[in-house]
């Protein structure tokens, strides 16, 4: 099998990423050994995705190189992606000001996803690992479950480390080992708090609470 774009995650950025691919007139292939797209994407914001920030902004954002926000926030900001899913008819609410969250269920915005895919002449296969990668010319060969795959480019959307019930593995920071990418220590960056029974009572009234950033 041969495609100009191989997407390595049907997650959200695998999925989004597959539909401009596609767009742009390339042929593209979208693998995930996940056997449903967008997994986290279901269980984001309580199910109900929060999946934009009207105030996002490249000050929210902190990197070694600021200008890839401004650069990238510039080309495409929230209002885009609201006028996305208004165009495949999808309702949401504003829950917090400038948070929009899916006014029914996060379903709705893997439907978006795959839709803009189907329309965009993507395909996806799921249930399909990926055990090599390598160069081959100018393009790259993966290795699959599918068989060989040739691709002129390839795109490694699989996400971190966090939730691996739902998949989440580090096939992503091998890649980069692999080809000279330096992969700094992970930590969790979100973790709960785990509370005896003793506590419970008395923390149970600070449920929900959030404290602004200054």
Known sequence: MVYDVV??????????????????GRRVLVVDHANKAGKKILM?????CNFTNLDTAPGHFYSENPYFCISALKRYRPEHF??????HGVEYVEKAPGQLFCADSAKEIVRVLLTECEW?????????????LERQGEGMRLTTSLGTIDAG???????GLSIPT???TGFGYDIARQFGLEVLPTRPGLVPFTLSDSWKERAAGLSGLAYPRR
Request: net charge positive; glycine share 20%.
């Open 44 to 48: 984001s914001g309580g199910g109900r």
């Open 166 to 168: 739902m998949g989440a």
């Open 82 to 87: 609201v006028s996305l899913v208004e165009t």
């Open 120 to 132: 965009a002449g993507a395909e996806i296969k799921l249930s399909t690992s990926v055990s090599r």
């Open 7 to 24: 997407v390595i995650g049907a997650g959200a950025a695998g999925l989004m990423c597959a539909a401009q691919a596609g767009y742009a």
């Open 153 to 159: 480019v390839v795109v490694v959307a699989t996400g």
